[in-house]
């Protein structure tokens, strides 16, 4: 690996990019903020002393189609890194572009999911069911908002020819952060719908 | 967000390690067993034949995808053990976290002598 | 390398001014800020004491109503806790990390500007309510569910869920930055088994930092959901359970036992060996009981709960833990003592404060044990037994390694001695305060004294010692005062120091005292763990060899203000009555954040 600190102006004492090692302890951190809100979900669930509950509201297929699109998301991401890598200008326009839409219909499915669950009498404020499932997925769609707006940004800066294969690194942790974003997903997918 | 790919820190290491990366047909093959895995995961809380087994499956499957996608899409398979390290030691601490709290609130209760 | 980013054109010359403070990224610079502002709340804090013992001199005193003596112990515990022991203990990482690894700056300089000034502007919003009368006053822990808006309508919880909030996205990312400076920007031949011990331990604390504060954040957003938009994690009506609150605050709390105290550890761990000049004895046994205290300091948090009838299988497995993470503990003890044994000792202030350190951490180390056992810890919970336990671990442990660290790394800060003969008087004054204050505290708890209680009635019979307990507190607070004299009068007048005044042994004594900007004019070759008595003229001849030309900084910026600021306001807002307007802090943020990831140098 010294050859690579070597071929660097300056010396780190791995060869690996320094902001990746943080981010990648900036995921570690993030997994303990998704592990205890999981956990609270867990430890509340089946004790909501008033409906709506759980088989009331959720619909499996629906959820099964959102938890499809953002898998999806995240082989667009790779093939948006590959591109960027490669420096396939169309590629990365395309992929990332394709990723960040992916990601706007999830978040579509979720407000759809949210507004629905409103009209069938479930808040924020109904039971602890509401609460733990709101304040849970309301997060986990939040970081999904912040990663959009984050690939919109490269896009755009791909459409005006700034993003080549010297700037990879860049997609590389924006992908490292969606393809967290989609684990967390798969996680809660299992955790909150599909053990009810 | 607060980081930013660097503008002098070049991507020179990663592109070095770019070859290691996998290619596109592996990226589709997993795409693909990701979603195998997701029907998989659907259709076990609708077979009421499995209901008895359905919790350990359905733990054992999302285990699985998680993996996947952590290894490949994300690279730690290909990636420096550095990178693993920041990573699944924290990830531990949650998995122990998630554990321990069902444990305390669901499972020892019943056990209780008085 | 990381640094390079914000590169400027080497502005390898000191700059001067308000602004260069408020725009510098420079590690140098962010830690004296670090360090000056806590120790500005370690005098806030140490009022807030001084107060609740005036009031506790004699039974059935008046001089403090009761809400308001809530509010002072509540702040005096939060402000020690998340005001001076924490970011005092990363002003150190902040100064020595780089220094001791032979690094020019931390891995992540703006970012670093970031988190301290989310600390300043957290510190002082959760201060301000203080000032104004309207301080949290549902102690530090704040329990469930006194915190909920039915119990605590008024501001003051809001203070301390939102203010803590705001603190930990500081430390969170200060974690993240001191990992990877250690992991990436170690000089060449530092293989992490060549690393200084305050270093291991500084990578061992932010590991804990980056894990333990994710679970108190998430636990606070469910208290500042609960107040402001009605959800229901702890509103009992609603079938919530208040344990669950107890487990969360306990999941980061005890591992935050260690971040404070581990800091410690690696201070003493560098000031024993330099002033018995041995090399520090069993110097990986120290290396991976350091680990071994921050992973099993994982699974101990329940030890804090006995008296709320977690039932016997829970007590008995976190009582067993409790008592296995002493062994750990201990081994580093003993590891002192072997490194002063047949050592040349010279009791500098520095050391006297170490050697006291060992000491006082020791007992608070065994009266902690006697709480691991689950039907003694229900006799001493909540009494003024548990006071004197942590005060004995978090002033004996922590504070008294702050100040040998304080007098070890001083010359190397401003270039000149502190005085030693007022080091002295510092020195003794406050051993003799502190034992003072917090011996007596053991009895008071056996004989039924309770904590966090206003008052107590005459015929208790506890008059006296606790007497004797405000007289130790007002010596220790004497002691102080000679201490900031003494710094104040040394920043300018002290005896000038030298490279290396006490014959270190680390990286940071092979530089000019105080270190130019660039800290090193060549990075260093290590290849021994004690570089400056293994291999001096080496590393003399490397640093001599090289100049500063050409060496790029970071340039300054102002970007992590106003992020800071936006950060600030995205949690501050909570306390508006209009569930948009956090999202204005949001917005600023992201515009700041926005700026700084495009700004050109």
Redesign the interface.
Known sequence: ?SH?AA??????????????????????????????????Y???KG???VGPYPPDVFS?PLT?LS??VL??S??L???AL?AV?RGDRRGSILWLFGTAFFGAIFLGCQAYEFTHFYHVGLT??T??F???FF?LTGFHGAHVM?GI??LL?LWVMALRGQLG??????V??A???W??V??VW??I???VY??Q | ?S????RA????????E?HA?P??RT??R??LI??VL?AA??A??HIPALEAV??PV??V??VA??SL??MY??HLKFD?R??TG??????T???G??IS??LL??VLPKYNPW | ????QATTHASTKPQTGIWSWITTVDHKRIGILYGVTSLIFLLIGGIEALLIRIQLMRPEMSFLDPDTYNQLFTMHGTTMVFLVGMPIAVAFFNYIIPLQIGARDV??PRLNALSYWIFLIGGLFMTYSVIAGIAPNVGWFGYAPLTSAQYSPGPNVDFWALGLQILGVAS?MG???F??TI??????G?TLMRMPLFTWMAFVTSFLL??????F???L??VT?DRA?????YNVA????PM?WQH?FW?FGHPEVYILILPGFGIVSEVIPTFSRKPLFGYSIMVYSGILIGFIGWGVWAHHMFAVGMGPIADAFFAASTMIIAIPTGVKIFNWLATMWGGSLRFTTAMLFAVAMVGMFTIGGISGIHHSVAPSNLQQTDTYYVVAHFHYVLIGGLINAIFAGIYYWFPKVTGRLLNETLGKWHFWLFIIGVNMTFFPMHFLGLLGMPRRIFTYPAELGLADMNMVVTIGAFIQAISVLIFLANVLRSVKRGELAGPNPWGGLTLEWAIPSPPPVYNFTA?PEVRSREPLWAEPESIEKQLKEASPEGIHMPGPSFWPLVVAIGIFLSMALFMVDAWWAPLVGVLLT?FGV?NWAFEKN
């Open positions: 690996m690579a071929a660097d102006a300056h010396h780190t004492s791995t060869g690996l990019p320094t902001w990746k090692i943080g981010f990648w302890t900036f995921i570690g951190s993030e997994s303990l903020f998704f592990g205890t809100l999981i956990s609270t867990m430890v509340y004790r909501s002393l499996i099964t938890t499809f898998l999806m995240s082989l991401m790779v093939l590959n890598q924020l404020q039971n602890l509401g609460s733990s304040i912040v707006v984050w940004i294969p010297q700037d990879a690194l860049k590389e942790i992908g490292l952060y393809h967290f989609d684990v798969i996680a997918f299992t955790l599909l053990l | 967000m980081f930013e790919p660097g820190e070049t991507t020179k290491v990663a592109a070095a770019e990366h290619g596109t990226y589709l997993i795409a990701l979603t997701t995961e659907v076990v809380i359905m919790v359905l733990l499957l999302t995808k998680f996608v952590v899409y994300m420096s550095i990178f920041v990573f699944v030691a924290p990830l601490l949650a998995v976290v998630i709290l069902i609130f669901k | 390398m990381a640094i390079a891995a992540f969170i974690g993240i930055n990992i990877t992991i990436n920007l170690r000089a060449p530092m980056i894990t333990a504060l994710p679970v954040a998430t636990g957003f469910f959901f938009w009605g959800t229901n994690f609603a079938g919530a359970d669950l969360i999941l990075i992201f926005v």
